[in-house]
């Protein structure tokens, strides 16, 4: 209005603006940032404010720290519209005064001393606090109990005979009540309870859900709650490595569902706790170091060659840094001291590495809260409408708040495909009570049979069953601890341990029944704690938080407890010599010893995918197929399969192929969507034409498909 010469209507506006907020809360600002439309209406605004009666206040738009930095911060306005510095494309700032100004700088803008006084008061007025340590579950409401601790201990109860039967032996009986204290005390009841609730809701309603995942596997409540299906008895799982009541933090349920129907799950959460009490994760995605490289150079305007020949001398290792490479890459160094055109292209790289460069929603993470998420945290809507958090699933982790992951996981949707097409002919069939000691299953695997096998079809995992020949559960929850960055280390020791037992030399009989069941070699997390429990009388909830500390080689905490540690194996009869050496063992091993929980999780998880393999190879084969429709090389490596085993593959026919792959008795049908520029829902319109009678010819499908949703390069595909 006051560029428009309109300053009449400019007071009106004021006035206006004073009567809804109130004149204490309602300032005129003053800003010069050298821009001359800014100059030109700064009298009428301090006239205005007089006028009106209106305080004011002195501010100065910041965008970046210090005045250096306008050239990096035009640099990324390119790298954010995709342009160049010499595009003028107008999305630049006009001058370089948009920094964070010193109380020196602003006042020589000259304003009235009481813009500047007024700065401070409005800092002084604001109060934002963050509350860490402090959990905020949302309320569950168990409709018809006094109180949820009631309802959820009725559901042990009743749990516990449906896991172990009536009656239930007293050490089981005795784990759950302890499990339940530490819930209660730790105030958890209402997480259990949730999680059991959406949990519930996925099996009754037929999507397929995961045994388990992580540490939770290790609870007999979660067991008992149906929140996950491995008995951690059996397994001689920890409760403490999931919940630890000497170390106050929030449990982490993790739970892998069927990929395809993951989000009814999400959206029963949503009509349960109302839509504005969840809200998707955001994540940042940030520029790495040849990124950055590669982002500065197109900004910047300089020839692709010459970035790209830079950019190639960054290390490609997870964690380099331009820096870093300055340091080891001599060419690098040698090319920015020659080159200003390349020494530029690096300092401006530095700066913006590490940067934000785009946005996009955590692939599971969703907070539940007890009041609308954005009494807690801000929100975010991207270009799709989509809301979520503006805080990282790390710090919504901090403020306390509910964070679940709901994972969808391809290998649950295959066995519950197959179990679906097995019981065609099978009605009886359950995948949960089949024998877990199939000879012929442990055959295969170790035969090389993997392919197709959840988290065993690599070659590296199938050399190493071939040589380990798993018999049991127990030992495919050791190979998959095993075969991982640093326990590999230990995996000829075990094979050889495994091969002749009778070799094995402990180093105190007390770790004979702890490291039994590994041969003597130390692979899971529990075990280290169990050691510290035996040997030297730790609590399992001391022992978690020792087991942290080695595995993050935290040298004061572990100097301290090794004191502890040979102190307590003394009254157990252990010399310190030897007891030093089973510290330095554990210490050595901490530091990548797997989560038993959730291996043993998994391993089952992989053990009914073999034995799907193994006695019903077809009806796998066409659950494995569908699911990696869209993966050329997936697709192809399972097809190469079938030949081998002497099925045949049958081509793809408008009258008989189904959307995904399907049985029939001479073989596999090729499914629809596996074909190119064919879509579902085309594909519904042809099975929905297909049943009031089948196609005659191509003259027939192309007359009775003509007015549906099919174009000339899909009758292509489907002629090819």
Known sequence: LLLDGRYSEALSVIREYKSIFGDENYYIELQDHGIKEQKRILPYLIRAAKETDTQIVATNDAHYCEKSDSYVQRVLTCIATNTTLSDNSGMQFPTDEFYLKSEDEMKLLGFPEQAYDNTAEIASRCNVSFTFGHTILPYFKAEGYENNYIYFEKQIREGLVKRYGNPVP???????????????????????????????????????????????????????????????????????????????????????????????????VVRKYGRDHVAQIITFGTMAARGAIRDAGRAMGLPYSKVDSVAKLIPMSLHSTIEGALKSEKELVKLASSDNEVSRLIETAMKIEGMVRNTSIHAAGIVITRDPVSDYVPLYKNGEGEVMTQYTMTTIERLGL??????????????????????????????????????????????????????????????????????????????????????????????????HPEKI????????????????????????????????????????????????????????????FVSGAAKNGIDADTANEIFDDMVGFASYAFNK????????????????????????????????????????????????????????????????????????????????????????????????????????????????????????????
């Open 170 to 268: 007293e050490k089981i009986v005795q784990r759950a009540e302890y499990e339940m204290s530490v819930i209660s005390k730790m105030g958890f009841v209402d997480y259990f309870l949730i999680v059991a609730d959406f949990i519930g809701y996925a099996k009754r309603n037929d999507i397929a859900v995961g045994p388990g995942r992580g540490s939770g596997a290790g609870s007999v409540c979660a067991y008992c709650l149906g929140i996950t299906d491995i008995d951690p008895i059996r397994f001689d799982l920890l409760f403490e490595r999931f919940l630890n009541p000497e170390r106050v933090s929030m449990p982490d349920f993790d739970i892998d569902f069927c990929y395809i129907r993951r989000q009814e799950v999400i959206d029963y």
């Open 402 to 499: 509910l964070k679940m992951d709901f994972l969808g996981l391809r290998y649950l949707t295959v066995i519950q495909d197959c179990c679906k097409l097995i019981q065609r002919n099978n009605a009886d069939f359950d995948i949960e009570k089949i024998p877990e000691d199939d000879k012929a299953v442990y055959d295969m695997m170790s035969n090389g049979g993997t392919l197709g096998i959840f988290q065993f079809e690599s070659a590296g995992m199938t050399s190493l069953l071939s040589r380990m020949k798993p018999r049991s559960i127990e030992d495919l929850t050791a190979a998959l601890s095993l075969y991982r960055p640093g326990p590999m280390d230990s995996i000829p020791q075990y094979l050889e341990n495994r091969r």
């Open 597 to 720: 929980s959730h291996a043993a999780a998994y391993s089952v998880l992989a053990y009914r995918t073999a034995y799907l393999r193994c006695h019903y190879y077809k009806e796998y084969m066409v659950a494995l197929l569908t699911s990696v429709i869209g993966s050329g090389g997936k697709t192809a490596e399972y097809i190469g399969d079938l030949g081998i085993h002497g099925l045949k593959l049958l081509p793809p026919n408008v009258n008989r192929s189904e959307i995904g792959f399907s049985c029939e008795d001479s073989g596999i049908r090729f499914g629809l969507l596996a074909i190119r520029n064919i879509g579902a829902n085309m594909i519904s319109d042809i099975i929905a034409e297909r049943e009031k009678r089948p196609f005659t010819s191509l003259y027939d499908f192309c007359s009775r498909m003509s007015d549906k949703n099919i174009n000339k390069r899909a009758i292509e595909a489907l002629i090819k």
């Open 505 to 564: 030399r402990y180093k105190h009989p007390l770790l004979k029944d702890i490291l039994d069941v590994t041969y003597g070699c130390i692979v899971y997390q529990e075990q280290v704690m169990t050691i510290c429990r035996v040997l030297a009388g730790y609590s399992y909830g001391r022992a978690d938080i020792v087991r942290r500390a080695m595995a993050k080689k935290k040298q004061s905490v572990m100097l301290e407890e090794r004191e502890i």
